[in-house]
């Protein structure tokens, strides 16, 4: 167990060196790059904390970071490691008792958190019980389903017991919406199922799983937390500008507005707000669904060569000394 410790101290200090360059360039760029990209780049900060080897590479940012540290090969990958697992002296019992229970002590607390997380999904799913189907808006869903091709069959329902729309399943997706909404603002629903059926199209409900278990496991370090929150809102962004790349830059005032009613409505039939709906949330939202526009060809191409390269530098390992 201390092995295993070690070993995800080390994945999280390499994670963290990533996470920090790309809030550098988040600060530095402000609103300048689009939340799709964002959403894109968050996803070399958790495979830093959920994959524990990597491919070698000249080009690796951890060649300027960790030349100096102990890097055992494993054939075509490499681990990076900051702690050696070895470390602990054997002729100094006390040290090695501290640490072994610093690493029960983790695994203690990862255990509750995941059953915390497997409690509060058991939760949602149980109330997803009491929904009721809503065929009046099945052809407005499959025209939307024409707008965002999905593979799925998608089912919409209603129910009393979710404040905002929602999706789940990922075999079977049901879109859950308030049993109090305005189910005949046609505008608002094309907005609304657009929106969910994307988080279907790009497995969304996977990468946020992923990025939860990635809280559970480094839960001792803050801003793994810091990263899962950033990354929960860019996922909503990066949705907010799909859509409006669908439907056009001519809906995005229309989409402020559904954004702002959806908000107006959580809080005065709910008095609380999600992560994705809460007030300096929604702010954002609503600002980058008014400033959306289209990205030119070479915008597009420039920002996709930086995601790579930003990919290559940060997943890949230093050459082994």
């Keep these: 167990m201390a092995e295993l410790f ?5 994945m999280s200090i390499t994670a963290s060196i990533v996470a920090l360059l790309l809030l550098a360039l988040r600060y530095l760029v402000q609103d300048k790059l689009p939340a799709t990209f964002c959403y894109l780049l968050w996803g070399t900060v958790f495979f830093r904390l959920l994959v524990p080897w990597s491919l070698p590479a000249a080009l690796s940012i ?17 681990t990076l490691d900051y702690v050696e697992s070895g470390y ?49 808006c099945d052809e407005l869903l499959a025209y939307c389903k024409t707008l965002v091709p999905v593979r799925q069959r998608v089912r919409v329902y209603h129910s009393s017991a979710f404040p905002s ?3 789940l399943g990922s075999l079977h997706p049901r879109i859950i919406l308030p049993s ?7 505008r608002m ?15 969304d409900f996977l990468t946020k799983k992923l990025a939860l278990l990635s809280v559970v496991v480094h839960w001792f370090n803050p801003l793994v ?32 507005d559904s ?9 005065t039939s709910w008095g609380i707000s999600t992560l994705a709906f809460g007030e300096t949330a929604i702010q954002q939202r609503v600002k980058g669904a008014i400033g959306y526009t289209r990205l030119s060809q070479w915008r597009l191409v420039l920002l996709s060569a930086l995601v790579l390269v930003i990919g290559a530098v940060t997943t890949t390992n230093p050459l082994p000394v």
């Design 180 to 186: 109090s909404m305005d189910f005949s603002n046609r």
């Design 165 to 167: 729309p929602v999706v």
């Design 6 to 10: 070690v070993r995800v101290v080390n």
């Design 189 to 203: 629903m094309i907005h609304i199922f657009t929106h969910e059926l994307t988080h279907i199209r790009r497995m």
């Design 62 to 78: 951890f060649n300027v970071t960790g030349g100096d540290l102990p890097q055992p090969t494993g054939g075509y990958v490499v």
């Design 225 to 256: 937390l810091l990263c899962y929150h950033l990354f929960s809102r860019d996922i909503e962004a990066s949705c907010d500008e799909r859509v409006l790349s669908v439907l056009g830059e001519e809906e995005k005032v229309g989409y402020a």
């Design 259 to 267: 954004l702002l009613s959806l908000f107006s409505h959580m809080r």
């Design 88 to 136: 602990v002296p054997v002729h100094a019992p006390d040290t090695r008792s501290i640490f072994l229970v610093l690493s029960a002590i983790w695994l203690t607390v990862a255990v509750l958190l995941g059953l915390y997380v497997l409690l509060v999904n058991w939760y949602v799913r149980h109330k997803a019980r009491t929904v009721f189907p809503l065929r009046e």
